[in-house]
């Protein structure tokens, strides 16, 4: 998989802007808050519909504008494939997908055409950090595999919101309809037997890689790292109904806090090494090649799934990783399409297919992008056009 080209409009700090990316790394060199994390940001945006930095759109579109609009054009083992997302906050449909410059009438028919794994900062974080990160790593990873788990995801969620506004209004004294609770509840359950197995079988895919990874990157064989899947409810393999029952059975405290003590909301990912546990034992160095092991898994797992290589985003963490961390790392995303942000090119060094590009603020706030140092040529494919994304920005 390799993205030919990216365009942006009005998207962040960046009014326009057409780029053709290295088929190998592509280094974004520029200081904090020139918008190199922006470009990072915008292919997540074509691969699962949404920031990874902020839930709200909103804060995507540049000041003054009315649209914002990220698109990519990818080449596959398949073919080739223009993704294009459209935000629009102000109007009813805040956000509309393109692909193959047609209109999708649902999110998730985007879900599989980019495939990405971003490793941030926040992901050194995955070791000693609450449950909710190492959830939303399943989640996009899954969501990105599977149109159907994406769809129950969605639909848990809002059972959850309605079910968690009924328990709040019975917290104020407002009797709740037991049926409406029944239905909610309903809606939570069903959704579990198509996320809890993939999850489970997911976990179980990753493990197995990144214990490798980990044994590589840390040359100790005798630091066993292990990642188990903990489910909200025993295993069992009817998680339908085990939820269904739990829901039911914690309505009364459910009420008294207010929300829903049981369900996948609530599931977690156990990381230990040794046996123990590692949120409790494991030091900073352990901690960072743990979450460089999980995150090569991912890119691995892809591979074995669906037969391309995913597009990797690192987005300013050289700095965070060891001489020897940064070198197995280069060493094993050889054959990746690649984009780091950084300050200093010197954190790539050892990295042979690449290509640099200075990024920067103008004196209005305007982002820019220029190449620096040419690697090997790259094919300049057909822009995206769209008659849609070419509209006026309404500025």
């Known amino acids: 998989m390799q993205i030919e080209t990216i365009r942006l409009r009005d998207f962040r700090n960046y009014h326009s802007l057409i780029l053709t990316p290295h088929p190998g790394v592509n280094i974004l060199l520029g200081q904090n808050g020139s918008g190199k994390t922006n470009l990072l940001e915008a292919v997540h945006y074509c691969a699962l519909g949404r920031s990874h930095r902020t839930g709200l759109d909103r804060e995507v579109v540049r000041k003054g504008a009315m649209i914002a609009a990220s698109g990519v054009t990818l080449r596959k083992k398949s073919g080739k494939t223009e993704i294009a997302v459209k935000l629009t906050p102000s109007e009813a449909r805040k956000k509309t997908v393109f692909i193959d410059c047609k209109r999708a009438e649902r999110i998730s028919a985007m879900m599989g055409h980019v495939q990405c794994v ?5 992901d050194l974080m995955l070791v000693k950090e609450g449950p909710a990160i190492r959830r939303r790593m399943l989640d996009m990873m899954l969501s990105q595999l599977s149109t159907a788990y994406f769809s129950a995801l969605q639909q848990y969620q809002k059972a959850l919101e309605q079910r968690t506004a ?11 309809d037991p049926v409406l609770l029944d239905t909610f509840e309903e809606a939570m359950a069903t959704p579990c037997g198509i996320i809890m197995p993939l999850r489970d079988k997911l976990v179980k895919q990753l493990a197995k890689i990144a214990a490798e990874k980990y044994e590589r990157i840390s040359g ?12 909200c409810v025993p295993e069992t393999s009817n998680p339908v109904s085990a939820i269904r029952a739990e829901l039911k059975k914690s309505r009364q405290e459910d009420i008294r806090v207010g929300g829903a003590g049981c369900g996948i909301h609530r599931e977690d990912i156990g990381l230990s090494l040794m046996g123990r546990s590692m949120k409790v034992f494991a030091s900073q160095g352990q901690i960072r090649t743990a979450a460089l092991a999980i995150k090569l898994a991912q890119l691995e797992t892809f591979c074995a799934e669906t037969g391309e290589t995913p597009i990797l985003l690192l987005d300013d963490v050289m700095s965070e990783l060891d001489m020897t961390r940064r070198t197995r790392l280069l060493r094993e995303i050889e054959g990746v399409q690649t984009f780091i942000t950084c300050t200093d090119e010197s954190d790539l060094d050892g990295c042979r297919e690449k290509r640099s ?13 220029q190449e620096e140092s040419a690697g090997d040529e790259v094919m300049k494919p057909d822009l995206l056009h769209d008659p849609e994304l070419d509209e006026p920005s309404g500025k």
């Open 118 to 122: 971003i490793f941030s900062p926040e």
């Open 357 to 369: 590009y200075r990024v920067w603020m103008d004196s209005d706030g305007e982002g820019h992008v």
């Open 166 to 176: 009924l328990l709040r209004e019975a917290k104020r004294g407002i009797t709740p």
């Open 220 to 231: 100790r064989p005798n630091e066993m790292f292990r990642m188990t899947y903990q489910p």
